[in-house]
Nanobody, 125 residues
Framework: QVSLEESGGGLVQPGGSLSLSCAASGFVLNYYSIAWFRQAPGKEREEVSCVGKVDGDTLYTDSVKGRFAVSRDNDKRMGYLQMNNLTPDDTAVYYC??????????????????WGPGTLVNVSS
């Protein structure tokens, strides 16, 4: 069976950093773009970042640009989201999702079924 699982969340002080991982099982990750989304309590889900299957295909939402960095390791079947200079506004459950589409298409048309269960990031003093 195929699956995605996020890890790396937790409690961090404002200004701190966290690194999230998205582990893929049961399929070859090379052929998929990997997108990160988040949902804060009482708010709508929003896109965060994406790394595609082609070099240079990366996207960041404006609120995280310059603070977050997305990457992947196909041999390890892993996607990553490095988060720096965190603020309380970054508090949310973070999810990864994959699809055959490029990053622009994936961000604008999130998959309905292929998501991980999420990992909670809590930025608080």
């Amino acid at each position: 069976q195929v699956s995605l699982e996020e890890s790396g969340g937790g409690l961090v002080q404002p200004g701190g950093s966290l690194s999230l991982s998205c582990a893929a099982s049961g399929f070859v990750l090379n052929y998929y773009s990997i997108a990160w989304f988040r949902q804060a309590p009482g708010k709508e889900r929003e896109e965060v970042s994406c790394v595609g299957k082609v070099d240079g295909d990366t996207l960041y939402t404006d609120s995280v640009k310059g603070r977050f960095a997305v990457s992947r390791d196909n041999d390890k079947r892993m996607g990553y989201l490095q988060m720096n200079n965190l603020t309380p506004d970054d508090t949310a459950v973070y999810y990864c999702a994959v699809d055959f589409s490029d990053c622009r298409t994936l961000i604008n048309n999130p998959p309905e079924n292929f998501w991980g269960p999420g990992t909670l990031v809590n930025v608080s003093s």
